[in-house]
Structure formats: structure tokens, C-alpha cells
């Protein structure tokens, strides 16, 4: 991950910042997603960025700055109001004292296109990147540059009414009706990654160490309760380890005349 700055032009309409009681929230999120792993920092910021929008049915919005730590003290100053952006020009009409977030095209277009979400939040975990696939999470087909309008269209083909979807090698976008939705489905994922991380591993310690059988059973039991789904990512049992798991038999339960 390489920040180089905006890749849009920003029109200032004023200097001032936004003033909004909802800030309050969005930056008790940023500073919740900076202590959770959800948004890693870097020299002079984070990787990520959250905004909400400040009129139903209207694509204006209030979004974290550029270059902006989101575990540091996050006053009025470091978040700006966006009333509009011209895509085809790359122009970003706001307000506030510094640049909007190097993502702003990304979460008007999403707003534009989804009039039901009230709130994005994007970031970046590598939990959530590595399981996505595995959980069901929607991921972009191909990696596009951050800031960009090719990942614009990426993250549309797949965005549908989804609320959650990953970009490849570009973090995830959290959507939500309220900031809280789209906060704790950040948090909910990103648990379920982990613990779903915990029950691969213990499934491939028993694929190299426990009978042939054993395993099929267990994965068997897994995949029907939706925890654990085949997949090429999953590492092939040495040949010769197989060949030896595969001729032991299922132990049978011992008749009752020798039990006597």
C-alpha cells in the first residue's frame, strides 16, 4: 500500500469546516477502526477513510480528510463537507480547510448509485482480504490503482445491493443505513475471518496429522454448517502422505462378543 496524494482536483467553495453533530459519531468510528487493525496507519495518516451522507437523496456528504490519522484527535478540521464532484473532470467541489480523502469519487459514486446507504466506510485488513472469497464477500475482478475511476467501475460491477465487498489489494467497503450498520458489519467480518482462519488451520492440521477419514468426516461436518468450504487455496496433502492416509481404514466399533 502507496499513498501519493489526491488524484482530483479540489475546488474549495469555503475554508471552514463542517460543522454537524454527526461528526461526533463518525469520529468515535474512525478511532475504533484504528485501534481494531481496520485501518492501518502510516507516516502522516491511515489507510482508510469513512464519511456519511448529510441529506437523504442528496450525493453530499461529509468525509475524513486527506492524509489523515484516523487515531488522532479528530476535530471539525479533519473532515470535510463535499457537495459534488465532477467525475468526467476529476473535480471535487467542498468545503473545509483541508482536501477531501484521496477516495471521494469512489464514495459519491456509491452514493449516487445506492440512494438506500447512509454510510461508507473503507478499509483495510488483512483478515478480511485473505478470507473474503471464502465467506462469500464479493472482491473486485481485477486490482485498480486507489483514486481512480477504473476502480470506480470495478467496485460498481460487483457493488449490486450488497453492503459489503472487497477490493483486490485495495481493503473493503463497509455500507450501511446507519454508521453503526456499517461499522459493526466491519467488525462482524473481520471476526468472522479470524475465527474462520482458526478453523482452516485446525482442518489442515488434521488433513497432515489424523486418518484419511477422519478428515473427510470433519470437513464434511464443517461445510454443512458453513464454516469451511473447499477451496483451491487449500494446500494438497504430500504424495505420500496421502497415499498413506488413504489406505487406513475407519476404525470399526468392536462387537459385543468380544467385549465379553
Given at each position: 500500500?502507496?499513498?501519493?496524494?489526491?488524484?482530483?482536483k479540489?475546488e474549495?467553495?469555503?475554508?471552514?469546516?463542517?460543522?454537524?453533530?454527526?461528526?461526533?459519531?463518525?469520529?468515535?468510528?474512525?478511532?475504533?477502526?484504528?485501534?481494531?487493525?481496520?485501518a492501518?496507519?502510516?507516516?502522516?495518516?491511515?489507510?482508510?477513510n469513512l464519511?456519511f451522507?448529510?441529506?437523504?437523496g442528496?450525493?453530499?456528504?461529509?468525509?475524513?480528510?486527506?492524509?489523515s490519522g484516523?487515531?488522532?484527535?479528530?476535530?471539525e478540521?479533519?473532515?470535510?463537507?463535499?457537495?459534488?464532484?465532477?467525475?468526467?473532470?476529476?473535480?471535487?467541489y467542498?468545503?473545509?480547510i483541508?482536501?477531501?480523502?484521496?477516495?471521494?469519487?469512489?464514495?459519491?459514486?456509491?452514493?449516487?448509485?445506492?440512494?438506500?446507504i447512509?454510510?461508507?466506510?473503507?478499509?483495510?485488513?488483512?483478515?478480511?482480504?485473505?478470507?473474503?472469497?471464502?465467506?462469500?464477500?464479493?472482491?473486485?475482478?481485477?486490482e485498480?490503482?486507489?483514486?481512480?475511476t477504473?476502480?470506480?467501475?470495478q467496485?460498481?460491477?460487483?457493488?449490486?445491493?450488497?453492503?459489503?465487498v472487497?477490493?483486490?489489494?485495495?481493503?473493503?467497503?463497509?455500507?450501511?443505513?446507519?454508521?453503526?450498520?456499517a461499522?459493526?458489519?466491519?467488525?462482524?467480518?473481520?471476526?468472522?475471518?479470524?475465527e474462520?482462519?482458526?478453523?482452516?488451520s485446525?482442518?489442515?492440521e488434521?488433513?497432515?496429522?489424523?486418518p484419511?477419514?477422519?478428515?473427510e468426516?470433519?470437513?464434511?461436518?464443517?461445510?454443512?454448517?458453513?464454516?469451511?468450504?473447499?477451496h483451491?487455496l487449500?494446500?494438497?496433502l504430500?504424495?505420500?502422505?496421502?497415499s498413506?492416509?488413504?489406505?487406513?481404514?475407519?476404525?470399526?466399533?468392536?462387537?459385543?462378543?468380544d467385549?465379553?
Amino acid at each position: 500500500m502507496g499513498y501519493a496524494g489526491t488524484k482530483f482536483k479540489t475546488e474549495l467553495l469555503s475554508h471552514t469546516p463542517p460543522h454537524d453533530d454527526r461528526i461526533k459519531e463518525l469520529s468515535a468510528w474512525c478511532l475504533t477502526f484504528c485501534k481494531s487493525g481496520l485501518a492501518p496507519t502510516y507516516e502522516g495518516g491511515s489507510y482508510g477513510n469513512l464519511s456519511f451522507r448529510t441529506k437523504s437523496g442528496d450525493e453530499a456528504f461529509i468525509i475524513t480528510a486527506a492524509k489523515s490519522g484516523l487515531g488522532e484527535s479528530n476535530t471539525e478540521d479533519r473532515f470535510v463537507q463535499v457537495w459534488n464532484i465532477d467525475l468526467e473532470k476529476r473535480i471535487v467541489y467542498a468545503s473545509g480547510i483541508r482536501n477531501p480523502s484521496s477516495e471521494s469519487m469512489l464514495h459519491y459514486s456509491i452514493y449516487k448509485a445506492r440512494r438506500d446507504i447512509q454510510a461508507i466506510f473503507h478499509g483495510h485488513c488483512k483478515q478480511i482480504s485473505l478470507q473474503a472469497p471464502l465467506i462469500g464477500i464479493p472482491e473486485t475482478h481485477k486490482e485498480e490503482p486507489y483514486g481512480t475511476t477504473n476502480l470506480i467501475e470495478q467496485v460498481m460491477k460487483i457493488l449490486g445491493d450488497n453492503k459489503i465487498v472487497e477490493m483486490k489489494n485495495h481493503g473493503f467497503l463497509s455500507l450501511g443505513k446507519t454508521m453503526e450498520e456499517a461499522g459493526l458489519l466491519a467488525l462482524h467480518c473481520q471476526r468472522a475471518c479470524k475465527e474462520h482462519n482458526i478453523i482452516l488451520s485446525s482442518l489442515l492440521e488434521l488433513r497432515y496429522r489424523c486418518p484419511h477419514w477422519l478428515y473427510e468426516k470433519t470437513s464434511l461436518v464443517l461445510q454443512q454448517a458453513h464454516l469451511f468450504q473447499k477451496h483451491p487455496l487449500h494446500p494438497p496433502l504430500p504424495e505420500e502422505a496421502s497415499s498413506f492416509r488413504a489406505n487406513q481404514q475407519e476404525p470399526q466399533p468392536p462387537r459385543c462378543q468380544d467385549l465379553l
